[in-house]
């Protein structure tokens, strides 16, 4: 898809990643459609589905164990318009992971619907699957931007 809307460059929290969403934003292509996805992303896609690819982010949140992203095949900004059994995959996906690092739990972020609201970097809808380590003295909370206070 082609709309220089579908990124937002000033939430990005990485200098290559910035960089990558500039030249999205200037082409005028969303990052995560399947026609730009694989020229812009570095990781390989470590599952596939009819509904969702996902592979490790390239710009993992700071201080996650692991940090996937499942990224919606075609081109949709609304939770809403998913397929029916899109999240039945998207479940199935998530337990993958769970079971290939052992986890004892999955934090899951998706952001939906409009930017300036979810603090989303970008439009296309995806999901985070990530995890930090476990709570102890001293440890710092992971911090996930999601919106804005009202």
Known sequence: MTNSSHVS??????????KKME?????????????????????PVEYKGLWWTVRRNDYPYEGT????????????ENIEEMAPDAMRELHQH?????????????VLVMRTGAMDYTWATLSHLH??????????????????????KK
């Open 9 to 18: 460059v000033a939430r990005g929290r990485n200098p290559e990643q910035i």
């Open 94 to 106: 998530i337990s993958a992971i769970k079971k290939k690092h052992g986890a004892p739990a999955i």
């Open 23 to 43: 030249e999205a934003k200037r082409r005028g292509i969303c990052c995560l459609c399947k026609e730009h996805i694989d020229g812009i992303l570095d990781a």
């Open 65 to 76: 164990e692991f940090h996937y992203m499942a990224v919606y095949r075609e081109h949709i």
């Open 127 to 148: 999901a985070h699957i990530f995890l930090g380590g476990p709570k102890r003295d001293g440890a710092e909370p992971l911090l996930v931007y999601a919106g804005y």
